[in-house]
């Protein structure tokens, strides 16, 4: 009886470290045949069947992405980080203005206004691209990286400005009221004793924005046609297309580290802000 | 749409706040504030306005003409409707989009609320596998579509050498030959990357239930399976209703995969919805008809936010 029950206990314990182990290998398979393949000499990655071990590291894959398609890859990893930081300052700026006068200032309408702003969640971006694209085109934006950043900011904003108002809303107003007794205006009393305590969900917002649009397709391919402005996403088109034929899956694969690698580190270093960030987005 | 307030004493130039304030210092603080409102809420409105809400409704406009990329449009009323009733291509697109979201939604449900109970435990070893899950999801949907293009491909790719070694299939099998196995394909390859964001929502269900209800529970004689059937599963209604309508309206948008992995092929087998919206705008430039396109799955995704509402609403009274 004893061992029958000492394995009841021991086995499921066993059994779930097996479990999540074999899972854990589904998951990082791929992301090691990136690697691996972008670390692969070029005729190595060429090799059929392949091998799953480098025989040799080389970077020769990286090197060759700065002077593959019309432009190098810096241009490309400059475009990106542009659009991706410009889009995040942007909605954090906006979004915290905005979050605290729905919060704190209610004027008439405002309900109203917030409401209209949460409404945008419902309507993907994909659904009103025609028209964005002719907007743009007539506000000469087309082709542009700032065009592309500030539709990247509208589709932030309404789960911006939901987060940073659910964050002032959450503070007393009793902590706004003394430090404008104090002499605060407005401003400072926003920045110096509001925005402290709002921390968590600007890095909250800050995140999700710079991933959303450091992956960002769809729009990418449509709204900037002019390869020398293309952003990373849509630059694995180029290096998929280049030498059709004869295409090279190590150079390929080296453009989609570069892509996945960012992220990858910057979830790792701040995941609680983001796995919050997540978590507080769906459950609106 | 900013003019809705009007600040009682205090005009918009006016500078000095000590006039104001003789005039009536309670009613110039609040019409200060409210002003101060107006003021921060405007970019964001400004911003929302040109690049949504026009949009919107040029959506609805365009859609009602034919609108070439160059030259002039004209309004035709409602033919562009009539025209995508009886269009095959859009209809294959829907009907492909469908097929998608049916097979994908049960899939991706099911491995993550499985991934869910399995990770739900205290202690470091669970944490870390919740992240090492996660991963996937943090990676962009271009970059995880051009992996799985490679590790899919016939001959070179390691995915059909694992096949080979498995005796499951030929090196040379091409997996994008017929729109099935490219379908297939592509969908372990959106399990493979989204599983873990509903991982993470349903655990967050899952630890929002009060640990004495499954004791409670179980020391009234209940097993595992009718624990979870009559207590977990019913309270975790509401995060099921809302992984769920994420799932489905995720896939009804499928776009990235389906260009990056199989390029709508073969024979345009596998083409979605805004797939078809962007040929028909963006490679035949038909953007009134585009605009009729998109109007038609807007009002399929409005439907999916209702019954989203409705699904929810319904939980929090019972």
């Not at chain 1, 710079?210 to 290096?239: G, H, Q, R, S």
């Not at chain 2, 805004?274 to 953007?287: A, H, K, P």
């Not at chain 2, 509402?309 to 939980?315: C, P, T």
């Amino acid at each position: 009886m004893n061992t029958i029950a000492d394995v009841r206990r021991t086995l499921p314990r066993a059994a779930w470290w097996i479990t999540c182990l074999c899972i854990s290998i589904l998951v990082l398979y791929p992301l090691y045949i990136m690697l691996a393949q972008s670390l692969k000499t070029p005729a190595e990655a060429t090799e059929n069947p392949p091998t799953l071990l480098p025989h040799q590291l080389s970077v020769d894959n990286y090197k060759a992405l700065a002077h593959t398609g019309q432009v190098g890859i810096w241009t490309h990893i400059g475009n990106s980080l542009t659009v991706s930081i410009g889009a995040t300052v942007l909605t954090i700026l906006l979004a915290t203005l905005a979050g605290y006068g729905f919060a704190k200032l209610r004027f008439r309408g405002s309900g109203v206004l917030f409401f209209l702003i949460l409404a945008t969640f419902m309507i993907p971006f994909q659904a009103i691209i025609t028209p964005l694209f002719s907007i743009l085109q007539s506000l000469e934006l087309r082709n542009s990286l700032l065009g592309l950043t500030l539709v990247y900011t509208t589709f932030q904003l309404p789960f911006g400005i939901f987060l940073m108002r659910n964050s002032f809303a959450s503070l007393p107003t009793s902590i706004e009221e003394a430090a404008l007794i104090d002499g605060c205006g407005f401003f400072s009393a926003m920045t110096r004793v509001l925005l402290p305590v709002a921390i968590p969900g600007v890095i909250s917002t800050a995140l999700f924005t710079f991933f959303t649009c450091w992956n960002e397709f769809f729009a990418a391919l449509i709204l900037v046609t002019d390869e020398t402005k293309f952003t990373l996403p849509v630059t694995l088109t180029v290096l998929a297309s280049n030498q059709l034929g004869t295409l090279n899956w190590g150079i390929m694969q080296a453009g989609v580290a570069v892509t996945a690698v960012p992220c990858i580190i910057l979830y790792l270093l701040l995941q609680r802000y983001y796995v919050a960030g997540l978590i507080a987005g769906a459950v609106k | 749409m900013t003019e809705t307030t009007s600040p009682p004493t205090t005009a918009p130039g006016t500078p000095a706040p000590v006039p104001a304030r003789s005039a009536g210092p309670r009613l110039s603080y609040r019409g200060r504030r409210q002003l101060m409102g107006v003021l921060l809420v405007s970019p964001a409105l400004a911003v929302v306005t040109v690049f949504f809400i026009i949009p919107l409704i040029m959506t609805f406009w365009m859609s009602l003409n034919d609108w070439p990329l160059l030259g002039n449009h004209h309004f035709v009323g409602l033919a562009n409707y009539r025209r995508a009733i009886h269009d095959t291509d859009w209809l294959h697109a829907i009907g492909f989009t469908l097929k998608y979201t049916v097979l994908i939604t049960p899939v991706l449900l099911i491995t993550a609320l499985a991934l869910a109970f399995l990770v739900n435990r205290s202690g470091r070893a669970a944490r870390a596998f919740q992240s090492l899950f996660f991963l996937p999801v943090v990676i962009g949907f271009a970059a995880a579509a051009y992996l799985w293009l490679y590790l899919a491909q016939p001959g070179l790719g390691p995915l059909s050498d694992i096949a080979v070694r498995l005796g499951m299939g030929d090196r040379d099998t091409n997996w994008f030959a017929t729109a099935t196995s490219g379908l297939l394909l592509v969908s372990v390859m959106v399990v493979w990357k989204v599983t873990g964001m509903q991982m993470i929502l349903l655990l967050s269900g899952l630890q929002a239930i009060p640990g004495e209800l499954n004791e409670a529970a179980r020391i009234d004689g209940a097993g595992r399976w009718k624990t979870f059937r009559h207590v977990t599963l019913p309270l975790l209604r509401p995060t099921l209703a809302l992984v769920l309508v994420f799932s489905v309206a995720g896939s009804l948008l499928a776009f990235d995969q389906f260009y990056i992995m199989t390029g709508g092929g073969p024979s345009n087998g596998t083409i979605t919805a805004v797939y078809q919206i962007y040929r028909t705008s963006f490679i035949n430039f038909e953007l009134g008809y585009g605009a009729a396109l998109s109007a038609m799955l807007m009002v399929a995704l409005a439907a999916v936010s209702a019954l989203q509402m409705l699904l929810l609403r319904k939980s929090d009274h019972s």
